[in-house]
């Protein structure tokens, strides 16, 4: 069964057989069928669904948090199509914090867009981005759900980045963000904010991401420099 979804013969939402059917056609005891069906489950390849069975699912991304890399590009490269859903992009004064952040003064304006990102039409992540406006004025007038951000930014506004401070949490999910989501209250997920620089030292985004912890985990690879 692995073989058959990594290969593709078996796409997300295609149904698994059952653990009964799965004994006739291999040969198997029921157990044994069981455990397969949960190692698939285990490994983010399947789901099931009350009184449907079981199904495959989307394949897991695996985030590398040392390579900078946009939602729909990740996407990309899964051979996923990607898609966004603004949920609100607006201009508004800056509180002291995100001020701060951006060496602007309070009340200063900025870009705020909160968009949920899909995946083959599935909601995986919640993501709110903030800009300071006097570096991208007309930004407002940009259709998110349509066009990428960060193309814009490097095609339109000419920004070329240079790095992002990131941090990495855990948490539950509220009921906002289980709805939008579509998992349970206090379903686990990967939260990543995120400081975006630019090459002549500014900051020029901010971000706070939520996402499925069921469709995302995060991988570092650190060379080996000196270990002892």
Not at 27 to 40: E, P
Request: proline share 4%.
């Amino acid at each position: 069964l692995l073989k058959m979804i990594q290969s593709g013969r078996l796409r997300a939402g295609d149904s698994l057989p059952s653990e009964e059917e799965l004994s006739r056609i291999c040969g198997v005891s029921r157990m044994t069928s069981r455990q397969a069906l949960q190692a698939l489950k285990s490994q983010g390849y399947a789901s099931r669904h009350k009184g449907q069975g079981s199904f495959v699912s989307q394949p897991l991304v695996e985030k590398d948090i040392t390579h900078l890399c946009g939602f729909t590009a990740e996407m990309q490269a899964l051979g996923i199509k990607a898609s966004s859903r603004v949920l609100t992009a607006e201009t508004a004064p800056a509180p002291a914090e995100i001020a701060a952040q951006f060496g602007l003064a309070v009340n200063a304006p900025v870009f705020c867009l909160r968009r949920l990102r899909l995946a083959d039409n599935l909601p995986v992540a919640i993501e709110e981005i903030r800009l300071p406006y006097n570096r991208f004025p007309g930004v407002e007038d940009i259709d998110f759900s349509r066009f990428s951000l960060y193309q814009t930014l490097r095609e339109r506004y000419e920004i070329r980045v240079s790095r992002a401070d990131e941090i990495l949490e855990a948490r539950s999910a509220t009921r906002r963000e289980a709805e939008l989501l579509e998992v349970k209250v206090r379903a686990s997920l990967l939260v990543i904010s995120r400081t975006l620089w630019s090459t002549d030292g500014l900051p020029v985004e901010t971000a706070y991401s939520v996402y499925r912890g069921d469709r995302y985990r995060a991988v570092l690879r650190i060379p080996a420099t000196a270990m002892e």
